[in-house]
Structures are given as structure tokens and as C-alpha cells.
């Protein structure tokens, strides 16, 4: 007998209204489900458009820097525009791959290289003009020349960007779990379990995110980087593919499971990346904690076991597999072969799948670029 929530699908119908509603909101039966397949359905625009303006802008520096914050909430960059996003631009225009709610709804689920400015590209509302200016300035104002605190910077924007999107999506979570308004009740329950499992993996990450990024604020406060790994990479020429954040690998880059994501007891292991430009050159970093780094590392490790001709390649899939805040050069990726454009929509596709781990993939030849230069503090 099929069941939800632990509840007898077959019962549904017996649920009396003021009974609390088999979809765990902890509402009435009458206020929540009942009746739910006849209310209006709500149209990809409308959904998309409510989260859109649902965001919120708030400055992502903790508590303790609060005090500190001067200056209106701006439109921070997670990958510089003139140093970096101009590199691959064409006409100031850039494709973005993003999997936030808004672009998967009005593309009808679809994920779709979408050409944006260079101007709004990798913008988020997730600081004050102070710390924006004053925080980022060692690698801003400086030539990126791999010192700890501008290795720490780079990882710490990414964070601030995770921390952004997680919290803004938590936000909106009550609106995302009535939209199967108008459906039937198998569709409704599809939808409820899909929702929960977004919405309870999402709680999870955010709190793990919080604790990481105490840790790195501390770190920056006190100029402390004992506590920080990180891998990196240079090339001639600027990457194809840039863009800032995190993930959590599953996968090393030899096909060997490193982390189980469904064991909820155990705190998942974050890598924070970068992929930029500096002075004309492509840089890779990536960056974790130390203290409990079994899984960082082994992935770490897969990558630079690769020869300096695989290595962009390694790193260009696994954005593409692991990461929702990339960016790609328009004339890179119109060149691309259609086999190859679908093969990695494919594996950004699985990299959200809700209901199963990111699963393995192969490295596809997609750019030549040889590594000119390895660094790394393991």
C-alpha cells in the first residue's frame, strides 16, 4: 500500500478538515490541502516573479561585524566584471547556467545557457558597500599572487554567495509547497515530497555553511590560516567557464565514492572554487577546512594527479557537474559540438536531481589549456 509521510495515501480522503493535513505544514486540513486540485494553478511567470522579488538585500558579514556595515547593500560581484567576466565576453554579454528557481521555472524546467550582461552576471544583494570594497580589496585592488588572505577571500565570496541562496531559497519555502495548486492529489504528493527533501537538505547545508563561515571570518579577523587547505591553478589564458561558490563532492575524479550526501548524521565536506581571470590569466582555486578533510582532500588530490594537459578539462566538468554559479564565454560555447553542449547540460542537470546523489561523470574535451602552474599548501 503506497504511503507518505507515513500516512495510508488510501486515508487522504478520510482526513477530516480540522485534522492536521497529511502534508506535515503542521496547518489544518482545511487550510492547507483540502480542496488543493481546485485552486487556480500558478503559471511558471508567476512563480519565477515571486521569487524573483522575494530576495532580499542584506549584508552576509556576521553579527559581530554587523557594527561595521556602512553604506547601502549593493549588487556584489561572486566573479569581478572588469578583471574577469570582460575576459569572456562577447559585446558585454555572457551565458549564465543558473539553477536558481526563478531561471529552471521560466525555461519550463529546462536548463538553458542564458545570455545576461556582464553588469548583473554574478550579482547578489549580499553586502554593504563597505565590506564589499574594504573586504575584497586584497584582491581587488591587487594582483592575485596566491597569499593566504587572497586565497581565503576568493573561498570566502563563494561561501557568502552559498549562504545568500540558501537562505533566500529557506525564505520561500511556504510558497514553493503550494505550487501544486490546481494539480491532481498523486501530483500534489510528488511535489510535497520533492519539496521536503529540497527543503530539509537545504536546512541542513545552511547551518553547515553557518559554522564554516564563522570559521572563516575568524580566520580573516585574526589573519589566522593554519586551518585552511586549499589547490589552485593557473593557465595563459583565461578559462572559458568562471564562476564562485561551493559543492560537496561525492565523487573523486577517478569515479571513487568519497561521501554518502543521504547520511544526514555526518556534516558534509564543502569545497569553496573560484574560477577567474587575473592580469589575462585563468585561475583555479579551490579551498576547505583542514580539521576534517578526508573527502575534500581525496578530490583535491584526483585533480592533481591529472597532467597539466587534462587538468582545465577535469575542472570545466566538474563546474559544469557540481556547481550552479558558472559562467561561460559565449564564442567557447557556441563552438562546441551539440553532442558535447548536451553531454554537460546533462551532468548540470544531475547535479540538482532532488531525489538522487550527483552521480558519477567522465571528463569531457571541451577546451585545450595546459596548466602553467600548480600550487598548493597540502
Same mark, same amino acid.
Given at each position: 500500500?503506497?504511503?507518505?509521510?507515513?500516512?495510508?495515501?488510501?486515508?487522504?480522503?478520510?482526513?477530516?478538515?480540522?485534522?492536521?493535513?497529511?502534508?506535515?505544514?503542521?496547518?489544518?486540513?482545511?487550510?492547507?490541502?483540502?480542496?488543493?486540485?481546485?485552486?487556480?494553478?500558478?503559471?511558471?511567470?508567476?512563480?519565477?516573479?515571486?521569487?524573483?522579488?522575494?530576495?532580499?538585500?542584506?549584508?552576509?558579514?556576521?553579527?559581530?561585524?554587523?557594527?561595521?556595515?556602512?553604506?547601502?547593500?549593493?549588487?556584489?560581484?561572486?566573479?569581478?566584471?572588469?578583471?574577469?567576466?570582460?575576459?569572456?565576453?562577447?559585446?558585454?554579454?555572457?551565458?549564465?547556467?543558473?539553477?536558481?528557481?526563478?531561471?529552471?521555472?521560466?525555461?519550463?524546467?529546462?536548463?538553458?545557457?542564458?545570455?545576461?550582461?556582464?553588469?548583473?552576471?554574478?550579482?547578489?544583494?549580499?553586502?554593504?558597500?563597505?565590506?564589499?570594497?574594504?573586504?575584497?580589496?586584497?584582491?581587488?585592488?591587487?594582483?592575485?599572487?596566491?597569499?593566504?588572505?587572497?586565497?581565503?577571500?576568493?573561498?570566502?565570496?563563494?561561501?557568502?554567495?552559498?549562504?545568500?541562496?540558501?537562505?533566500?531559497?529557506?525564505?520561500?519555502?511556504?510558497?514553493?509547497?503550494?505550487?501544486?495548486?490546481?494539480?491532481?492529489?498523486?501530483?500534489?504528493?510528488?511535489?510535497?515530497?520533492?519539496?521536503?527533501?529540497?527543503?530539509?537538505?537545504?536546512?541542513?547545508?545552511?547551518?553547515?555553511?553557518?559554522?564554516?563561515?564563522?570559521?572563516?571570518?575568524?580566520?580573516?579577523?585574526?589573519?589566522?590560516?593554519?586551518?585552511?587547505?586549499?589547490?589552485?591553478?593557473?593557465?595563459?589564458?583565461?578559462?572559458?567557464?568562471?564562476?564562485?561558490?561551493?559543492?560537496?563532492?561525492?565523487?573523486?575524479?577517478?569515479?571513487?565514492?568519497?561521501?554518502?550526501?543521504?547520511?544526514?548524521?555526518?556534516?558534509?565536506?564543502?569545497?569553496?572554487?573560484?574560477?577567474?581571470?587575473?592580469?589575462?590569466?585563468?585561475?583555479?582555486?579551490?579551498?576547505?577546512?583542514?580539521?576534517?578533510?578526508?573527502?575534500?582532500?581525496?578530490?583535491?588530490?584526483?585533480?592533481?594527479?591529472?597532467? *597539466? =594537459?587534462? +587538468?582545465? @578539462?577535469?575542472? %570545466?566538468?566538474?563546474?559544469?557537474?557540481?556547481?550552479?554559479?558558472?559562467? #561561460? !564565454?559565449?564564442?567557447?560555447?557556441?563552438?562546441?559540438?551539440?553532442?558535447?553542449?548536451?553531454?554537460?547540460?546533462?551532468?548540470?542537470?544531475?547535479?540538482?536531481?532532488? *531525489? =538522487?546523489? +550527483?552521480? @558519477?561523470?567522465? %571528463?569531457?574535451?571541451?577546451?585545450?589549456?595546459?596548466?602553467?602552474?600548480? #600550487? !598548493?599548501?597540502?
Amino acid at each position: 500500500m503506497k504511503t507518505l509521510f507515513n500516512i495510508d495515501i488510501s486515508k487522504i480522503s478520510k482526513i477530516k478538515r480540522n485534522d492536521p493535513c497529511w502534508c506535515g505544514s503542521g496547518k489544518k486540513y482545511k487550510k492547507c490541502h483540502l480542496d488543493r486540485e481546485r485552486q487556480t494553478e500558478k503559471s511558471n511567470f508567476h512563480a519565477a516573479s515571486n521569487f524573483e522579488n522575494s530576495k532580499r538585500k542584506l549584508c552576509a558579514m556576521s553579527d559581530s561585524y554587523l557594527n561595521e556595515c556602512a553604506g547601502k547593500i549593493i549588487k556584489a560581484h561572486t566573479v569581478s566584471k572588469s578583471s574577469s567576466l570582460k575576459t569572456i565576453a562577447r559585446n558585454s554579454h555572457i551565458y549564465s547556467m543558473s539553477k536558481i528557481a526563478n531561471e529552471i521555472l521560466t525555461n519550463d524546467g529546462q536548463f538553458v545557457p542564458k545570455l545576461v550582461g556582464i553588469n548583473v552576471a554574478s550579482t547578489f544583494t549580499g553586502f554593504c558597500q563597505k565590506h564589499d570594497r574594504d573586504l575584497f580589496s586584497p584582491i581587488e585592488n591587487k594582483r592575485f599572487s596566491w597569499e593566504m588572505e587572497q586565497v581565503l577571500l576568493v573561498a570566502y565570496r563563494g561561501l557568502a554567495y552559498e549562504w545568500y541562496a540558501k537562505s533566500m531559497l529557506l525564505e520561500q519555502e511556504e510558497y514553493f509547497k503550494s505550487l501544486d495548486a490546481g494539480k491532481p492529489l498523486y501530483t500534489q504528493i510528488e511535489i510535497q515530497k520533492m519539496m521536503s527533501d529540497l527543503f530539509i537538505g537545504t536546512k541542513i547545508a545552511l547551518e553547515e555553511i553557518n559554522q564554516i563561515k564563522s570559521k572563516f571570518e575568524i580566520y580573516l579577523k585574526e589573519k589566522d590560516f593554519s586551518q585552511i587547505n586549499y589547490v589552485g591553478f593557473e593557465f595563459k589564458e583565461p578559462l572559458p567557464v568562471m564562476g564562485s561558490g561551493g559543492f560537496t563532492p561525492v565523487y573523486d575524479l577517478t569515479g571513487k565514492k568519497i561521501q554518502d550526501l543521504s547520511n544526514l548524521n555526518v556534516a558534509a565536506e564543502t569545497i569553496f572554487y573560484s574560477s577567474f581571470a587575473s592580469e589575462n590569466k585563468g585561475v583555479f582555486c579551490m579551498v576547505w577546512i583542514n580539521e576534517v578533510s578526508t573527502a575534500a582532500k581525496q578530490f583535491a588530490e584526483s585533480l592533481t594527479e591529472l597532467n *597539466d =594537459t587534462e +587538468i582545465a @578539462n577535469a575542472i %570545466i566538468s566538474t563546474l559544469f557537474a557540481n556547481c550552479e554559479n558558472i559562467y #561561460l !564565454s559565449p564564442d567557447w560555447w557556441d563552438k562546441l559540438p551539440k553532442e558535447v553542449q548536451k553531454y554537460l547540460i546533462n551532468i548540470f542537470k544531475d547535479s540538482v536531481s532532488i *531525489d =538522487t546523489n +550527483i552521480r @558519477n561523470y567522465k %571528463i569531457a574535451d571541451v577546451v585545450d589549456a595546459t596548466a602553467s602552474l600548480r #600550487l !598548493s599548501n597540502l
